[in-house]
């Protein structure tokens, strides 16, 4: 084999090489008057080189599946089952969109498609101005040192919730509603474990310790939440719990679609990969990233109290609890509660809002 050929094989097929195939198997066909077995040879070289091929030989090997379906279907129905046959039927499904590609899964993964919805555009907006808050009050505390494990472990802690913010955030807008909930439950328990240090600074050292047996039985989040005098369990962590963070029924029923038939019998279920779009739904996690960064900002606002100046405190959280409010009503006004389920969210709302006129907030 020559040297430029084996180069020509590294970089793949390109349009001509898919061209030349068609060609000469679809003249070979029309030549002895049995096309079908030389589609079926084209087809069977063209997905050899399907994958490594440029994007305009996959353009040319779709357009030529796009121009004889009933042809290649003929083929495969009437083909012994091997794995060729196998690997082909996938790739007639691909080129038809009834097949998934990894790569274009990875690759459109950061890709926000469509039209962004107001609401979410909306929430996103308030979030970015509660998170700059506490960004706000973390580089005013950090101006000078600190010492001791707990006001060090409490500062990482802040840093964390804010990339955990970060990406269930991302994932909400994204559409990927159930694995945002995972992120916000780690938020949950980042928030407990800032007030636990805050009060208990002793229990920082077997945090840190090496005795995963000691932490699991003394810190696991139901015993943080007992220490700090609350029940072990907490309604919003069971709810993100329930939503995303493990595999239960009730997170995957988003992903379920019913297709009718023409009878009950005839009725499919689709199953949704990729995320799903449901602004109601993106909107509500978007508002407990709001309400776990307006929590945050109060613990950093006591811990570090000592560090920051308490009229620019008083004055930044007053402005983010007033933007925060005013989107909350404008959101459960809007929400259509006959096709949303918002219970969860109208709780803690309710919470905040009672806490805001205690001057809690």
């Not at 063209?46 to 796009?66: I, K, L």
């Not at 279907?73 to 039927?89: C, F, H, N, Q, V």
């Not at 077997?206 to 000691?214: A, F, L």
């Not at 990969?273 to 307006?294: K, M």
Request: proline share 4%; charged share 25%.
């Amino acid at each position: 084999m020559k040297r430029n050929d084996l180069t020509h094989m590294a970089e793949g097929w390109d349009k001509k090489d898919f061209e030349e195939l068609a060609q000469r198997q679809v003249g070979l066909g029309l030549a002895s008057g049995k096309l079908i077995p030389y589609l079926q040879a084209f087809f069977s070289d063209a997905f050899d080189h399907y994958e490594s091929a440029t994007s305009e030989g996959r353009a040319f090997v779709d357009e030529m599946m796009a121009r004889v379906p009933e042809a290649f279907e003929r083929i495969l129905s009437g083909a012994p089952d091997t794995a060729d046959l196998r690997r082909m039927r996938r790739m007639v499904s691909l080129v038809r969109g009834k097949h998934r590609q990894a790569q274009r899964l990875i690759d459109n993964f950061p890709i926000i498609a469509g039209e962004p919805d107001k609401g979410v555009e909306e929430a996103k907006g308030v979030l970015c101005s509660v998170m700059q808050c506490l960004l706000d009050l973390l580089h005013d505390a950090t101006q000078d040192s600190h010492s001791g494990a707990s006001k060090i472990s409490i500062l990482g802690l802040c840093y964390w919730l804010l990339d955990e913010l970060t990406t269930a955030q991302f994932l909400a807008r994204r559409a990927y509603s159930t694995q945002a909930y995972t992120h916000l439950r780690v938020c949950l328990e980042i928030l407990d474990k800032i007030d636990l240090f805050t009060q208990f600074p002793e229990f920082v050292e077997i945090w840190g310790s090496d005795n995963e047996d000691e932490i699991w039985k003394k810190l696991a989040p139901p015993r943080v939440r007992e220490k700090l005098g609350r029940d072990s369990r907490d309604p919003m962590y069971t709810h993100f719990s329930r939503e995303g963070s493990h595999a239960t029924f009730r997170a995957l029923q988003p992903r379920l679609r019913m297709i009718a038939g023409s009878s009950d019998d005839d009725s499919e279920i689709a199953l949704m990969l990729g995320g799903r779009r449901d602004p109601a739904r993106q909107v509500s996690i978007l508002i407990y990233c709001i309400l776990v960064t307006a929590q945050a900002i109060i613990k950093c606002a006591n811990v570090f109290e000592d560090r920051l100046n308490p009229t620019d405190v008083a004055q930044l959280v007053t402005s983010v609890n007033n933007d925060c409010s005013a989107f909350f009503r404008r959101f459960l006004d809007s929400v259509d509660r006959s096709k949303e389920s918002v219970g969860p969210l109208e709780v803690i709302l309710a919470s905040w809002e009672s806490m805001r006129k205690n001057g809690q907030l």
